[in-house]
């Protein structure tokens, strides 16, 4: 085994990470052939793309996964000033109860869009100018998202 030492801090955590993993592998890993500890490794699941629901001129500024199910976009288009959010399905299929949903706390304001889709949810969107939003998705029950993030630089002038 080689390592490598880096001159940079992150080097260095990166590289006691590893020898540190590499100490606590139990003795039985190592003696499995090198195939089978490869295919052992779970593989992590593919996040859903972005798909454009919200159309063009919107760009992805934050994104949350639900579990294995898909990903949930929250979009904002400077021309407009508003925010979008979408639930993508990471693999499609029979209809399942889905959400997507956007609001902001003053005024209390959520759009939301909930139904049975095969694919996506959404979009919805909202006028966020100066506003943190709470945004958050859902895919057969198991929900993803964020509370009062993405705020705007106008936020302490809005009323």
């Known amino acids: 085994m080689t390592i490598i030492r880096r001159a940079s801090a992150i080097g260095a955590a990166v590289t006691a990470t590893a020898c540190a993993a590499i100490a606590l592998a139990p003795a039985a890993a190592a003696a499995e052939p090198a195939t089978q500890r490869a295919t052992a490794v779970p593989k992590a699941a593919a996040a859903a793309k972005y ?86 998705g859902e895919i057969s029950g198991e929900v993803a998202g964020k509370n009062g993030t993405n705020c705007g630089s106008l936020a302490a002038n809005r009323r």
């Open 51 to 136: 798909n454009g629901a919200c159309g063009g001129g919107y760009s992805v500024v934050n994104s949350a996964q639900i579990g294995t199910k898909g990903t949930v976009f929250l979009t904002y288009s400077s021309a407009t000033g508003k925010n979008c959010v979408v639930t993508v399905r990471t693999t499609p299929g029979t209809a399942v109860h889905m959400t997507a949903s956007l609001g902001f706390a003053s005024p209390t304001t959520t759009v939301s869009d909930t139904g049975y889709y095969t694919t996506y949810a959404g979009p919805v969107y909202l006028d966020a100018r100066g506003l943190c939003v709470t945004w958050r």
